[in-house]
């Protein structure tokens, strides 16, 4: 099985940017589906951004137009560059994916099934 490491959380102030890194332990097969998702204090999982083997993007409606998700196709490594932050991305965040063929639509709200073991990010008030 793939081994998914997230790095590059911290803590930022409202308004700030941050990008985080998630690094794969194996070279991307020809279909893929590669996406972050969340977990805030005291809330479930949510799927945040993903990005297919085609290229195309998707982003829950809450990170439209301030989250960019981003392939290195050199590297087995894929981020999420968050802008304008705000208190409420405060969470624990978890890169995903599905290495291989995949059912269904490649989104945020699609279940991945290998995940890595997340990486914190703080936005203060």
């Known amino acids: 099985q793939v081994q998914l490491v997230e790095s590059g959380g911290g803590s930022v102030q409202t308004g700030g940017s941050l990008r985080i890194s998630c690094s794969a332990s194996k070279a991307a097969p020809s279909e893929f589906c590669m996406g972050w998702s969340r977990q805030a204090p005291g809330k479930e999982r949510e799927g945040v951004a993903t990005?297919?083997?085609?290229?195309?993007?998707r982003y829950v409606e809450s990170v439209k137009g301030r989250f960019t998700i981003s392939r290195d196709n050199a590297k087995n490594i894929w981020y999420l560059e968050m802008n304008s932050l705000k208190p409420e991305d405060t969470a624990m965040y978890y890169c995903a994916a599905d290495w291989g063929p995949y059912g269904g639509t490649c989104s945020p709200h699609k279940l991945l099934h290998v995940w890595g073991q997340g990486t914190l990010v703080n936005v203060s008030s």
């Open positions: 990005i297919d083997s085609d290229g195309s993007t």
